[in-house]
């Protein structure tokens, strides 16, 4: 059962800098962009409930391993081979095996994915699936406004629930990533909740995080639970009735739209 038994099996990680396009309940057929090393897992966050497992290198500054990273040129000589053929995609998406606006590149790279969308993709959009760290850079939160969804993880209310389920690099701070989406003219929330040690569901940190969303007004939040395999089994998932229950009052308390997505809805 997902969340039971330290060491259980979780997803590999991606192999190249461009996968798929794989099928994603929200934004249909996804080209993936991996801006992170293929080798080992690279991020300025732990998370307990990733389903790549553990991350072995945590750090805030992912310049030291721009080596290990792909470049720019390869990544858009991948995605122009890809749009230029015949596979069908609805986006193309910035995520992979870590944080993505850590790569010193990112910005340069959006614009360049951009150009290359424009040029052969007109259609498609462009989405970046973010923890938010990478946004204390200027330049990475000016480079949002390119993006067609710009997608940057939220999963607490306050700094203590924070550093127990995302666990971040030493030098993260709560605050700092909280003034940053307060900078993003436009952006989403995604959150996971999760029950068990550590959980967000409390009412503390559900009155907390609500009123944190009322001050950053996200034009939505889209919530989830585990449902994959995670390396953590403490951690336990959320029932799609108390996530529907969540998203309601979301919408209720902080005026923001918010949808909860899980296994079967809509089917």
Request: net charge neutral; aromatic share 8%.
């Amino acid at each position: 059962m997902v969340g039971e038994g330290k060491g259980e099996m979780v997803y590999p990680l991606k192999k190249c800098y461009l996968y798929g396009p794989i099928d994603s309940r929200r934004y249909g057929r996804s080209l993936g962009i991996n801006l992170s090393p293929c080798a080992y897992k690279l991020c300025s966050f732990n998370c307990v409930y990733c389903h790549y497992g553990r991350t072995e290198t945590v750090a805030a500054d992912h310049v030291p391993y721009e080596g290990d990273m792909p470049t720019m040129e390869e990544v858009l000589v991948a995605v122009e081979v890809t749009l230029r053929s015949p596979e069908e995609l609805d986006v193309i998406t910035f995520s992979g095996n870590g944080e993505p606006t850590k790569h010193p590149r990112f910005p340069e790279i959006v614009e360049g994915v951009v150009a290359l969308r424009d040029r052969f993709r007109p259609k498609a959009k462009v989405v970046l699936l973010s923890n938010a760290t990478g946004l204390v850079r200027e330049e990475v939160r000016r480079s949002l406004s390119k993006i067609d969804l710009p997608v940057l993880k939220l999963d607490a209310g306050t700094p203590k629930t924070f550093l127990a389920i995302n666990r971040p690099d030493s030098s993260v701070r709560f605050d700092d990533i909280v003034a940053a989406l307060s900078q993003v003219e436009r952006f989403y929330v995604q959150t996971v909740f999760i029950d068990g040690k550590p959980s967000n569901t409390t009412e503390e940190e559900l009155s907390a995080y609500i009123q944190l969303l009322a001050k950053l007004r996200p034009q939505e939040a889209h919530i989830y639970s585990i449902e994959r395999p995670v390396p953590d089994k403490g951690i336990a998932r959320v029932s799609p009735e108390r996530l529907e229950e969540i998203a309601a009052r979301i919408g209720a308390e902080a005026g923001v739209r918010a949808i909860a997505y899980y296994t079967g809805k809509g089917r």
